[in-house]
């Protein structure tokens, strides 16, 4: 495994690899090297010898830090500072079995948010610049530290999501938000999906930006608002949401409530088996139809954030029929299914990425010539 | 004679004028305009220093149509530029003599409105205020909100990323936008996104916002509509010190409560916009209007914190709107600044970005560029999230006074870059910032950004001489 420690390094072993033609698989903290269709035999090419938080202003919402820097490093240099990343990054060490410590950089190229990501936006949205070396070892950055931005085209979103396939991340810089004053959930229990994905439609749709909409179903269900902000706007939008509605359960606070959004961001409800696990953004209003039809062909489990617009789903085996049937089961609403937890054989076996309409997938193709002609960065790994 | 040169024109394209658009009248029959009375009317954008009269001007009135015009564009060889409301400040979509001017002004349709999932999905040459018009009864808007508004394009600020004073909490028009409907330079139509979050695969979408028509013609837009909030007020808070402003904002911004807006005016700005719109401003070093939204308890909760924050600073004036009234006589002033400049000068309006931090550096360095250069300027600007608005002041009917200025703006947005800005927050680099973009990005930063038009535009014929400095694209323009 390579581990430069400086950018120039890093880019002058691209550099060779390119002209060598030999793939590199491209990790930051190892945590998430299960995503993606398993890697042909590479050589291991590791950001973690780039670490540390090069600027942080607070004042300026303003963090940037090397792309191998460790969340926990991060988030504690931010939480000393009572400040957070707003998108909520999914920590995959428990559904996918991975140890090691979550990175940055793996964070962008991953471009993954959790449950507050609806109100705020995506790791993408907060994504500032970046910099990055190219599959020809050419270093290059876009957009820099701060918010607003139109210098030139957007080459930092298009790294996002890109799982390193664009060029490896050496530094991100990242709009940060202050931590809410106060947050507390309201949990209506015992609702159907259809009941309890109303519920959460008829919430958003009001002013009281809701941080949080999830629906977990089980013998008892629950329907899970959670609201955010300074204390008394908490306590004025907890008044007139639990007006919305009849069955109000419990409210939820303090260590409950953390772990409850937690366990809704890490999947923790599909945790400890080894059973496929697919995510799927849908438009919200048919998410439950979506479901129920899975839930009938398949023997699929699901759970619902963002409203219904985000169904985790988990299925007895995933093979490309299967995969065929998840996606034609969204197609007519828009929206796609990422196969994210998966053996290798299973992972070899179908498309984990929705394949795309064939002139999108050309533009990809041609992005990715663009950006690493000997295709050496995480070769196929998003293959469709 | 002003600074920015253009291409000269390809004369085989303008030798075949007639065959172009005879292809496009069968193409497109009755939206093509040629008379050459009639194209001066799109001889320029919002910059208006800077005029050519197009080739030609297509307006279709369908999608297909848009499809169909691009594709006798792309067969015959010919360059386009796409245009919106034509308002860019940036010269964004100014004609050069051998190009066709692809216009969404007649792709004017609401297409979809959809609540329960809060989108909205338009064609692009629809306004952005008609866009929260179509939903504002049922208490939603869209929440971009450049100052031209009323009359600016989707098209154009998705073209551009469009802003807004109201940014500071809603963020951009990528922010905003969740799917297109684009026309490749080929004629073949590509959908991008939709109702539904994030994009599988590559982030095309991100890429395309932004772009300035260098890769498509954007002719269908899915963006997110929000709820109204139930209210909204602003605080007046002035300062003798443009440091002590700066600090002001920065602890605002750290304390928790997100401000919709954070507007900043300086002393020269105060005293103009005073003399026009007779807002009551103090006449003061700095002055800050900050907005928060809510319910009537929640705006008196997050004003309490802000007022506090801003009067431990010793602030020369700080006032609350006690009404309707009063909040938009605080509003007033800013909202005339352009307008009261315009009154008295000429003005050339920037938009570069500043770190936070930056800002009272920025200032003081501006004030001495002033003078350097003896030209006056005033500044107003967004100062939540570091967007500067520099108005310099000068006289188009003194020769030369265009100049100075352009050299003037052109110093002040190396400035920007130098403290770790950039040239342009929210009104594209168009002509006016091209070549300038060298000051910000090494020769391998352009190439990356240039690699991604290679593909979209393998002919490099959409909204030619535009972003991308004339010297550095010399080889792929042709």
Known sequence: MDMPKTEAQLAALIKQAHADKTPLRIRGGGTRTDLGRPAQPADVLSTQGLSGITLYDPGALTMIAQAGTSMAEIETALAAENQMLAFEPIDYRGLLGSTGEPSIGGTVATNISGPRRMLVGACRDFVMGVRFVTGEGDIVKSGGRVMKNVTGLDLSKLQCGAYGGLGVLTEVSMKVMPKPQAAMTLVFEGFTVEQGLALLRKALGTPFELAGAAFLPGATSRTCLRIEGLKTQVDYRTKNLTALSSGLSKIVTGGEHDALWKSIRDVVPFHGSNKPVWRLSVKPSAAADIAAALETALGAEAFFDWGGGLIWLQTPDATAEIAQQIRAEIAPHGGYATLIRGSVQQRAALDVFQPQAPRLAKISQQLRDQFDPAGVLNPSLMAA | ?478
């Open chain 2, 1 to 478: 004679m002003s600074t920015i040169a253009m291409p000269v024109p390809d004369s085989d394209t303008l030798g075949r004028r007639d065959e172009i658009i005879d292809a496009l009248e069968a193409a497109v029959p009755g939206a093509v305009i040629s008379d050459p009375v009639e194209t001066r009317a799109y001889e320029c954008d919002a910059l208006t220093a800077y005029r050519c009269p197009p080739l030609a001007v297509v307006l279709p009135c369908k999608t297909e149509e848009v499809a169909a015009a691009m594709k006798v564009c792309f067969d015959l060889g010919v360059r386009v530029v796409p245009r919106g409301a034509g308002t860019s400040l940036a010269g964004g979509s100014l004609p050069t003599a051998d190009s066709i001017i692809l216009g969404t002004a007649r792709l004017t349709d609401v297409l979809e409105i959809d609540y329960d999932n809060r989108f909205i999905r338009v064609q692009t040459g629809v306004t952005n205020l008609s866009v929260t018009g179509a939903v504002e009864d049922d208490g939603f808007f869209y929440a971009p909100d450049p100052s031209s508004q009323l009359a600016c394009a989707i098209a154009g600020n998705i073209a551009m990323n469009s802003g807004g004073a109201h940014c500071l909490k809603y963020g951009v028009t990528t922010n905003n936008l969740i799917g297109v409907k684009i026309v490749m330079t080929d004629g073949e139509i590509v959908e991008v996104g939709g109702p539904h979050l994030d994009a599988s695969g590559l982030d095309i979408l991100g890429i395309i916002c932004g772009s300035e028509g260098q890769l498509g013609i954007v002719i269908e837009a899915t963006l997110k509509i929000l709820p109204k909030p139930e209210g909204a007020r602003p605080v007046l808070i002035g300062y003798d010190d443009a440091e002590v402003a700066g600090q002001c904002v920065a602890n605002i911004i750290k304390s928790g409560v997100l401000p919709v807006a954070i507007e900043y005016m300086d002393r020269p700005c105060i005293r103009v916009v005073e003399n026009f719109a007779k807002a009551g401003y103090p006449d003061c070093e700095a002055l800050l209007i900050v907005e928060v939204e809510g319910s009537e308890a929640e705006i008196a909760d997050q004003l309490t914190i802000i007022k506090d924050i801003a009067a431990a600073l010793n602030p020369v004036e700080l006032r609350e709107a006690q009404s309707a009234d009063e909040s938009a006589a605080i509003w007033k002033g800013r909202k005339s600044a352009f307008g009261a400049m315009g009154q008295i000068n000429d003005y050339m309006c920037l938009d570069g970005t500043v770190p936070l931090s930056e800002l009272p550096f920025t200032l003081k360095r501006i004030g001495e560029l002033s003078k350097e250069h003896e030209m006056d300027v005033a500044n107003v600007f967004h100062a939540g999230d570091g967007n500067m608005h520099p108005l310099i002041l000068f006289d188009a009917n003194q020769p030369g006074d265009l100049e100075r200025a352009e050299a003037f703006g052109a110093d002040i947005l190396k400035l920007c870059v130098q403290v770790g800005g950039c040239l342009t927050g929210e009104h594209g680099v168009g002509i006016e910032k091209r070549d300038l973009m060298t000051d910000q990005y090494s020769a391998e930063d352009l190439e990356a950004q240039m690699r991604v038009k290679d593909v979209f535009d393998p002919q490099w014929l959409l909204n030619p001489a535009k972003v991308f400095p004339l010297q550095v694209s010399a080889a792929r323009r042709g």
